[in-house]
Each structure stands twice: as C-alpha cells, then as structure tokens.
C-alpha cells in the first residue's frame, strides 16, 4: 500500500495509506483515550473522547474513526483538545446513573477510569438521569439501561463478529435505548448470550448474571449434594489469563484451586 507521512505532536510517523489518526499515534507510542472503539470492528466514532486536533482544520477529529492524509498536522493533547474530551465524560457522567460502590465493574470501569484520567473532580452539569430499567430475563447476563452510555460497542459486536444482532439502539437524543427491538426483554430475541456484549460493555451496563448466593444456597442446603461443572472453554481460557500459551489446558490446576 501506498505509505503517508504525516506528524503527530511535531513526530513524523509513516504509516500505510487507510489507517486512522489513533492506529498512526499508537505506532509512535502516544496514547489517545478512546471509549466506544473496539479494536478489530468497525469505527462508530460514537462518544468523541478521541478527538484531535488537526493544524488549518476548523473541527475536532475523531481520531479513531479519522484515516490519515498526506502532511496531516495533528495534535493529541491541546488545551482544545482537553476541554472537549473533558466535556464529554463530564456530559456523559451527568446522565450515568452511577453507583459505584455496588457496581460489578467498579474499578475495572472506563468511564470511571477515564474520569480520572482526565481529572474530572466535579460535574457541572446538573439533570436527569438514565431510567434504570433491569433485565434479567436471561439466565447469563444481566443489563440495566440506566447505567448505559450508547457508545454501542455492544451493538457492534452483536452485529459485527457474532452475527447476531441482538441489539440495536432506539428512539433519540436522551431517550435512546440500547437493546434488543421494541425495548423487549433479552430472552424474547434470538440472542445466544455469548456474552461478547458484556465482554467489551465500558461501563457495568451489561454484566454477567451473579449465581453466586444461588451457589451458596446451595452448599447450605443439607439436603443437597452439590457438584462442581465448569465450561468446556475455561480449561483453556483460564491458562490464558495466567499468562499461558493459548490452548493450554489447566484442568488439574482448576480443580486444585
Ligand atoms: Fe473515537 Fe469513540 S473512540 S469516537
């Protein structure tokens, strides 16, 4: 492919002709924060929290979603350029009905984290929240719209790599509802609840359904004899969490454990 060279905080870059303003910084190293982007499936550019500035350009660009050109001038870390990233998390956190201290994904959440990234100290903006809405009509997973941010990534995975496309966004602006058609439960579409959309969820707004009281429940009960099954997969995929090469089974290592 034809090789653009472009420069990214005065550092000339080179890279092949289609790749975006973010996969061009990362290849020298510096960091733009993204938040609907999943690497590998098709940018939405939905939340605006990689946005960049481009010299003789009048606005913002969306660097996850914005391919590079030949001479490109960028700029990852302007005071423009903070003040709007700022703004969105802070718009973003406005609407979040955030509560952390019980959030399945406290501290491991990219809007919290990113909040603190940014130095966000205090929400000036002042409204509604997100309607908390539950659905846990499945036995794997569990959402609640109201901690929904739209970024969609959920969607995207759905449609994109599971060909499934359980979920869709609906109705506008302050309304939008992300999840399956006609605001219907999960277990009343066809949706085989992989679990991708909890997988890349940034927020705690699609989680894995928690058994573990029904676990305990169980181990109380006298007159039950409780057994132990694992998923086929987690042989494998625990090893991998723990560093091993993909593939590696660690039957006898769960079971001791
Ligand atoms: Fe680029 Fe969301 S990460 S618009």
């Not at 509560?99 to 990113?114: A, F, S, V």
Request: glycine content about 8%; proline content about 6%.
């Amino acid at each position: 492919p034809c090789m653009i060279t472009l420069h990214i905080n005065h550092c000339p870059v080179e890279v092949p002709e289609g790749t975006t303003i973010l996969h061009a910084a990362r290849k020298v190293g510096i960091k733009i924060p993204t938040l609907c982007h999943v690497e590998s499936l098709c940018p939405i550019g939905a939340c605006r929290v990689c946005v960049v500035e481009l010299e003789d350009a009048r606005n913002l660009a969306a660097a996850c979603s914005m391919p590079v050109a030949k001479g490109m001038k960028v700029h990852t870390n302007t005071r423009r350029v903070r003040h709007a990233r700022r703004l969105v998390v802070e718009l973003l956190l406005s609407e979040h009905n955030g509560e952390c201290q019980t959030c399945d994904r406290n501290e491991d959440c990219e809007l919290q984290g990113l909040a603190a990234e940014l130095g966000i100290r205090e929400i000036e903006y002042t409204g509604e929240k997100t309607r908390k809405r539950i659905d846990a009509s499945t036995p794997a997973l569990l959402r609640d719209n109201g901690k929904c941010i739209k970024c969609r990534r959920c969607v995207s995975v759905c449609a994109e790599m599971q060909d499934v496309g359980a979920l869709w966004p609906q109705n506008r602006g302050f309304e939008t509802v992300i999840g399956p058609a006609f605001n219907h439960d999960l277990s009343t579409v066809p949706c085989v609840q992989c679990g991708q959309c909890a997988a890349v969820c940034p927020v705690g707004a699609i989680t894995e359904q928690p058994h573990v009281d029904r676990v305990w429940d169980a181990i109380d009960d006298p007159d039950k004899h409780v057994v132990v099954q694992t998923a086929p997969a987690i042989r494998a995929a625990l090893g991998e969490c723990f560093g091993y090469p993909p593939g590696t089974l660690v039957t006898g290592k769960m079971t001791a454990a």
